[in-house]
């Protein structure tokens, strides 16, 4: 029997955001950046077909942000096999409140 040597498609999601509060952290979180930064790390790891996810301006407080909703929708259906973040900030943030 004889193998074929194409190589599956990897397919990743590149979830970028950029929070209003964001804006005073410079220009290292901007959505370009983020995009440029994260392709590249991807496609080192031989993902060959990346999907881009955005949430520009919209706090990491909530989880109703459209494109983290289409990323999870996307997961679930199986249509990425990995996902890259710049840091683990941009998939959301936990607001603890103290017990009084």
């Not at 370009?32 to 790390?41: D, E, M, P």
């Not at 997961?75 to 710049?86: D, E, H």
Request: hydrophobic letters at 35%; a positive charge.
């Amino acid at each position: 029997m004889r193998q074929s040597n194409t190589k599956k498609e990897l397919t990743a999601a590149l979830y970028v955001r950029l929070s209003r509060d964001d804006n005073l952290e410079g220009d290292s979180y901007s959505i370009v950046n983020q995009k440029k930064l994260l392709a590249k790390i991807a496609k080192e790891k031989g993902y060959t077909n990346l999907l881009t996810y955005c949430d520009d301006g919209i706090s990491g407080v909530t989880m109703d942000r459209p494109g983290y909703k289409q990323m999870i929708s996307d997961i679930k259906s199986n249509k990425v096999s990995a996902v890259f973040v710049k840091d683990l900030s941009r998939l959301g943030t936990i607001t603890l409140k103290s017990a009084d």
